[in-house]
Antibody, heavy 119, light 108 residues
């Protein structure tokens, strides 16, 4: 059974750095072709793809957010970490961790975690 | 970056009716790597269709996808009460893996 779960702060202040952790089970991020990534959704708005990290440590980022994002993995712990710097109220959103792959869509999703940016 | 435009924004239909949702890409989607997701309030999206026309595991056959290149369609042959939701398309053939803005299917 494949599961993913997001963890991290629910409230951050403007200009702070957000760190979110995705802990997954039921698959390995060392398997060829697999990637784990992040997608967010502001309240009442559409999905926005952020980033993913591949089994071979290749990373891809949203061009509009690339300067603020870093994604890393710890294969031994089955975890992927996303950091986003210089948080702003417009970054308030539910952040989802998902599994995908080379030529594969986001087939498994975490439940999501709501992050609010406010002073 | 490929921009996906979904239409209509909202579709008002009755149970039993047929729903046709459109997703148009600003450039050709590589390998027709186009997916459709369903999202209900308070829930994570669920994968319905991948590769433009393949149903994901456990998805009822009233859901079908078609299209290629820049024009794609999701069809729900007969709407069930549980199908009223928001639907998103996504291209995963190139990075960034962009989403459309969504189509809400609401009860008329």
């Amino acid at each position: 059974q494949i599961t993913l779960k997001e963890s991290g702060p629910t409230l951050v202040k403007p200009t702070q750095t957000l760190t979110l952790t995705c802990t997954f089970s039921g698959f390995s991020l060392s398997t060829s072709g697999v990637n784990v990534g992040w997608i967010r959704q502001p309240p009442g708005k559409a999905l926005e793809w952020l980033a993913f990290i591949c089994w071979d440590n290749d990373t891809r980022y949203s061009p509009s957010l690339k300067s603020r994002l870093t994604i890393t993995k710890d294969t031994s712990k089955n975890q992927v970490v996303l950091t986003m710097t210089n948080m702003d109220p417009v970054d308030t959103a539910t952040y989802y961790c998902t599994r995908a792959g080379s030529g594969l869509p986001n087939d498994y999703w975490g439940q999501g975690t709501l992050v609010t940016v406010s002073s | 970056e490929i921009v996906l435009t979904q239409s209509p924004g909202t579709l008002s239909l009755s149970p039993g009716e047929r729903a046709t949702l459109s997703c148009r890409a600003s450039q050709s989607v590589s390998n027709n790597y186009l997916a459709w997701y369903q999202q209900k309030p308070g829930q994570a999206p669920r994968l319905l269709i991948y590769g433009a026309s393949s149903r994901a595991t456990g998805i009822p056959d009233r859901f079908s996808g078609s299209g290629s290149g820049t024009d794609f369609t999701l069809t729900i042959s007969r709407l069930e009460p549980e199908d009223f939701a928001v639907y998103y398309c996504q291209q995963y053939g190139s990075s960034p893996r962009t989403f459309g803005q969504g189509t809400k299917v609401e009860i008329k």
